[in-house]
């Protein structure tokens, strides 16, 4: 079976794509707690994080070391946080989030909205600051 997130790897779903490589996917979160909110997947179905085989770990890992990177670059904050939850799609997943303060990844609080355009222009910032 296969899941929103490999469809959205596929290129069966549409999605921001941020940055991409043979084994791993980067694209906006849909519902986002802040500007430039990323998801980080592997394109390997794997339902829990910690599943994953050392060597995938690591390499996904330092995949999203590169996003975060990025995202840090084209949205400047403190930090880009990393949180791993994955319950809501059966799919191991980073959420990188840029913040200034941990209020900035509270997944409680009201999600932002932007146009089609605005997701079109963060995605294209964090692709430009690729290293």
């Given amino acids: 079976?296969?899941?929103?997130?490999?469809?959205i790897a596929a290129g069966e779903i549409p999605s921001y794509k941020c940055a991409e490589s043979d084994k791993f996917y980067a694209f906006l979160d849909i519902n986002p707690v802040a500007k430039g909110h990323t998801l980080v997947i592997p394109r390997k179905e794997v339902d829990y994080f910690f599943d994953m085989d050392d060597n995938d770990l690591a390499e996904f890992q330092?995949?999203?070391?590169?996003?975060?990177?990025?995202?840090?670059?084209?949205?400047?904050?403190?930090?880009?946080?990393?949180?791993v939850l994955g319950l809501e799609v059966p799919h191991a997943h980073i959420h990188?989030?840029?913040m200034n303060s941990e209020a900035d990844v509270d997944?409680?609080?009201?999600?932002?909205?932007?146009?089609?355009?605005?997701?079109k222009a963060i995605a294209?910032?964090?692709?430009e600051s690729l290293p």
């Fill in 96 to 98: 990188l989030i840029p």
């Fill in 124 to 127: 294209k910032k964090i692709e």
């Fill in 1 to 7: 079976m296969s899941t929103v997130f490999s469809k």
């Fill in 107 to 119: 997944f409680r609080k009201e999600h932002l909205k932007f146009s089609d355009e605005e997701f």
């Fill in 62 to 83: 330092l995949f999203a070391k590169k996003v975060a990177t990025a995202l840090k670059a084209a949205f400047p904050c403190r930090k880009v946080a990393q949180v």
